[in-house]
């Protein structure tokens, strides 16, 4: 059986390259052999032991590459094939993704019910820090790339743009809109340009990272917030004329900025939570009007499947976003450890790395 | 200048009836003459001063009436006409209400911005628990009863059906969905016969008055659930063989309830919330599915204006659901005192009381 | 090779019953022995010929049975488990679906794009008026029957039901709205009972056969027009104190009763258009406000998959609606021929038949 | 009594300059001095007595001015405070406002109920091609111009911008869609703005003046298709890869546009409409895919009110749009009959003309 280097988390603190088989399609998947992935704040999670997953998984979940073999029942697609898969892979069969939900497809469970389940690569099956990756339910989660487009230019689309603009829809904004977006590592910058995408005239990136600020202004903020100058709420509300914004972005998973989001909020406004929190979260009264002030918050997990896919690569075909700039660092897979090293330690600048098999 | 009776906040533990001057109204107001009107689970929180008004305001935010004077600007009333206006009056003209929000127009402040302004009646205004109730903005907020429905039939308009209902209304409850209302006082029983009106069709109740539980079913609750006899949240995912409800609708305003509402919404539902907080509130990490579950929390105030009460008579007048038989007792306006008494602590089964002046 | 009998369009005019072998699960179909099945008004356009369809098909979409034979990769059912399927079949992995309009996934074709193409059965393939029929991507429309249902029962959930409940949700229904019915035959009066599930208040339908009028008042109308008496849109502003309706619903598929629901549509309200039409249509400038009246037309086609089948039988289960009652003539497969007979000529009051193999 | 000069309509075919007495503001009202407005499209088609108003009527819809002097019950303003009013002028206090419809608020009608009644400058009331213009409902309407925006940059919010934007809106455009828009005049221009600035990543202007489809690159077209040189819908299902457009916006009100926009649909697309319409229409069958394509068809009126014009006025001074560029050509309001006549010939390349009292 043919072999592959595979990124996979062997302890707490230690994800390695290690060799695997290279899987066989079942009727429904494709294998497709990895061109380009990346590193995701998710997977230092994983690294560090603060997001459990088995032992002797392959880490990763932004997958860009070329169809190796398809399975027998799949249609539609031809080996040797460009393409990319969600980092959310939904089944499309599911109770949840029939009713609109497809991110909740699957087999995680909360309360003994399904959650997260659509999250599969690095999670619940071998992901595509690797040669290879078997993609699951093929003909809902393959969408092909564009000729004109590069690995890089659509590396930001499985995850990053997915989970960032996100933010900005589920918070539905609109034209005219005021909007706030906190923390500005790559998915907060995805959330400004989807703000921007959408319509919002006043937008304000709250971090305090120089490089990150000037990126968020590259992207569509209109101010730049360091929030260890000022108070980013009062900044805000000064900002806002005291009117507050229609939707606060939280993009880090914090109590701080969930508590500093939502005091920006306007009456009837709309707190759009991104981050991966790690504790419980406390509501403060005032921010939330006693409950009276038909505040609305609202979490999103990465929207995925192949249309959305397709739609992202649109954007960046069309150049009304440029999210392929995050790309700060590359590594070739064979020194992936040390790529984990640099991003997980935020050394250098970095924002997003290249990893190429 | 001719003088009327009006039960007036003094001091915490303390609202007395009083005399006043009738009240002139400008040129877009309308007097009011009292005819029946209630008492609201907010006036005691007033009573015990846990939501600060000013003193010697006249309380009371649910006026059913007879049009005795226009202002000078107002068209299409005529005097003596038989009137309705909601708890929450809205202007009109404010941006709040021109962008779809008009229960937050007006004068409260949230961090120095305007929230929960559209409730003015015995709030930021004198209320109706009176002989007359001056309405600011009457073209906005006057709204006709038909003649074939009595005040009491409509009592539960102006406050307790629209905030029951919004609460099914802003979970966007759907045809064949899984509801849960942690609560069932008049707001969380309106609630129930909100989810059953929009197409619910496992209507879940959770309260531990063998009252309130009866009445829950009569008003369509498919099951009614004693949180002394049975965990609650257990209870709702036995019910619903795991998968939680569509949407969960929080009707008292504690973190017990708030919590535990949380914990049976399925990934991709929605707690909409229509309790008055006192306090800060926590949300579970797992319940929140750290942020991942695709999950929405919104609030509510009351919907008001003319519109919203014609709406709510007309599912009075179709017989659609019957909230009037919430009313288990009647006072005289003299007696009103009494009727605070029994009402705060909640004695003799007491639901609603009706109050004539 | 097993043979099992199959009622087959011929020519215009001729659906015959024949032989056909019993076909052979692919990996991911089952294969469904049918118990009930029934003929719906679109089987009767095919039969004319007005709805052109291959010579050999078998017809037939409202599939109730058995499991027989589950495809090789088809998980989460067991051979004997009774199921429903929709007449609409989703695939689930196509780009229509993973953009929330399931129903337009596949293969049929609009100036050579695809369009309608979610229906299969009995459209692009065989189809349920057969002893046994194959379900298409059977792990996103099998749908398992609660044993308290019977059979007929669940009947009206593949077509009927969620056909006539999307004319409601389409238009938007809300609490308090007043909604208009064109056509009271089964699609129109499902329209009313979905009205009725979604809170509307003043329901009125418009027919002149005096079953289907008592039919739609035993469902859920307020008003019974029979338009050979009164003119229809007049009555409706009468009744409507010449406000118009919120939600017109058009179940019937001709010129005048499209132009008819138009008319009675008020400022800012919906057309939810559920025939099938067979000429182009005219609408006509005045009840179209020269466009400016912010009024909209929608169109829809049956939902189908199996949550949505879920849901369509909870509400069954739950009493909230009974469609089951429209049932009015059974016949064993062997004489389908008749039963077409009696549908299509609208023989003896009937409403549905149900055919048992 | 002082005298002002006005536009005013006398018979068809004649608009002239007149002299009207300065009116005195109701309570709610406001008297406007205009320092800037601009001739409509909907203006020529009252000279020509295409639409008919009232003899004597002031026309005109699209106010830039000065407050004067303000009713005795208007509060929040002062006098000599910039402002702009939109077309449409809602009331606040009716219930089409109440409901979400602002547009169709008062006093026009339609099969005897209220249609179109939003518009009342230059429609029922005097307009603004004036040195003066009562504003009704003040503040509800009046939005002050922030003092870095000349008159010129705002002239395009009332109207233009409004109407062009909700025809995105209403189509409900999403980050990621294709959308045609077909005639390319201020309204369509503008629409293709609007689209742009809601995420669409493909629009396609259709038109055949080299001008327009010059304009319409500028303002954010990815492909200018002149319907004289290939046909359009072709053009449209070949640029898509026969996918047809997400949203198709009509900005002409032809029955040309019309036909064609549908054709472009997608299955599960809207057709958004904003042209003003002067016959009935025909909606082609096989376009409307005998009403089971999941297709919508939405109409707008120019949403209207401060909050609206507030933000517009955002957009402008942010930068996202910059629609002041359509102004070619400027007169003074003494030559406004002159203006009349480019205007109407649509001569010497004119998009919109701007009038100076």
Same mark, same amino acid.
């Given at each position: 059986?043919?072999?592959?280097r595979a990124a996979v988390f062997v302890a707490p603190g230690r994800i390695v390259l290690d060799?695997?088989?290279?899987?066989?399609?079942? &009727?429904?998947?494709?294998?497709?052999?990895?061109? =380009?992935t990346t590193i995701c704040g998710t997977d230092v999670h994983i690294l560090k032991g603060e997001y459990?997953v088995?032992?002797?998984l392959t880490v990763g979940h932004e997958?860009?590459?070329?169809?190796?073999?398809?399975?027998?029942?799949?249609?539609?697609?031809?080996?040797?094939?460009?393409?990319?898969?969600?980092?959310?892979?939904?089944?499309? #069969?599911?109770?949840?993704?029939?009713?609109?939900? *497809?991110?909740?497809?699957?087999?995680?469970?909360? #309360?003994?019910?399904?959650?997260?389940?659509?999250?599969?690569?690095g999670?619940?099956?071998?992901g595509c820090q690797a040669?290879?990756?078997?993609?699951?339910?093929?003909?809902?989660?393959?969408? &092909?790339?564009?000729?004109?487009?590069?690995?890089?230019?659509?590396?930001?689309?499985?995850?990053?743009?997915?989970?960032?603009?996100?933010?900005?829809?589920?918070?539905?904004?609109?034209?005219?809109?005021?909007?706030?977006?906190?923390?500005?590592?790559p998915? +907060?910058?995805?959330?400004?340009?989807?703000?921007?995408?959408?319509?919002?005239? $006043?937008?304000?990136?709250?971090?305090? %990272?120089?490089?990150?600020?000037?990126?968020?202004?590259?992207?569509?903020?209109? #101010?730049?917030?360091?929030?260890?100058?000022?108070?980013?709420?009062?900044?805000?509300?000064?900002?806002?004329?005291?009117?507050?914004?229609?939707?606060?972005?939280?993009?880090?998973? $914090?109590?701080?900025?969930?508590? *500093?989001?939502?005091?920006?909020?306007?009456?009837? +406004?709309?707190?759009?939570?991104?981050?991966?929190?790690?504790?419980?979260? =406390?509501? &403060?009264?005032?921010?939330?009007?006693?409950?009276? +002030?038909? %505040?609305?918050?609202?979490?999103?997990?990465?929207?995925?499947?192949?249309?959305?896919?397709?739609?992202?690569?649109?954007?960046?075909?069309?150049?009304?976003?440029?999210?392929?700039?995050?790309?700060t660092h590359r590594f070739p897979l064979d020194r992936i450890e040390e790529a984990y090293d640099l991003f997980a330690h935020q050394r250098d600048?970095v924002l997003k790395v290249a990893i190429t098999p």
């Amino acid at each position: 059986m043919a072999k592959m280097r595979a990124a996979v988390f062997v302890a707490p603190g230690r994800i390695v390259l290690d060799e695997k088989p290279i899987p066989d399609p079942g &009727p429904n998947d494709a294998l497709v052999r990895v061109t =380009t992935t990346t590193i995701c704040g998710t997977d230092v999670h994983i690294l560090k032991g603060e997001y459990p997953v088995a032992r002797g998984l392959t880490v990763g979940h932004e997958p860009v590459g070329v169809i190796e073999k398809l399975g027998s029942a799949v249609q539609g697609y031809r080996e040797g094939q460009r393409v990319i898969a969600g980092a959310i892979t939904p089944s499309g #069969h599911s109770a949840a993704c029939l009713c609109g939900c *497809s991110s909740q497809d699957g087999a995680g469970t909360r #309360h003994g019910f399904k959650a997260i389940g659509g999250w599969k690569f690095g999670n619940t099956i071998d992901g595509c820090q690797a040669d290879y990756v078997l993609v699951p339910d093929a003909m809902a989660n393959l969408s &092909p790339i564009p000729d004109s487009l590069t690995d890089e230019q659509v590396l930001m689309c499985p995850d990053i743009m997915s989970t960032g603009f996100s933010g900005a829809e589920r918070g539905g904004i609109r034209i005219g809109d005021t909007v706030v977006v906190f923390a500005l590592g790559p998915i +907060g910058l995805s959330a400004v340009a989807g703000a921007k995408l959408m319509g919002a005239t $006043t937008i304000i990136g709250v971090d305090t %990272v120089p490089a990150r600020l000037a990126a968020a202004k590259r992207l569509g903020a209109d #101010h730049a917030v360091d929030f260890k100058s000022v108070d980013p709420v009062e900044e805000v509300m000064r900002l806002t004329d005291g009117r507050g914004v229609d939707v606060a972005i939280e993009a880090l998973g $914090t109590q701080a900025t969930f508590a *500093s989001a939502l005091r920006c909020v306007r009456p009837g +406004g709309t707190l759009s939570s991104l981050g991966v929190y790690s504790t419980d979260l =406390t509501i &403060p009264l005032g921010a939330f009007a006693a409950g009276l +002030g038909d %505040v609305s918050i609202v979490t999103t997990l990465c929207p995925g499947g192949k249309e959305r896919m397709r739609r992202l690569m649109e954007v960046v075909a069309s150049g009304r976003a440029d999210l392929g700039a995050l790309v700060t660092h590359r590594f070739p897979l064979d020194r992936i450890e040390e790529a984990y090293d640099l991003f997980a330690h935020q050394r250098d600048g970095v924002l997003k790395v290249a990893i190429t098999p």
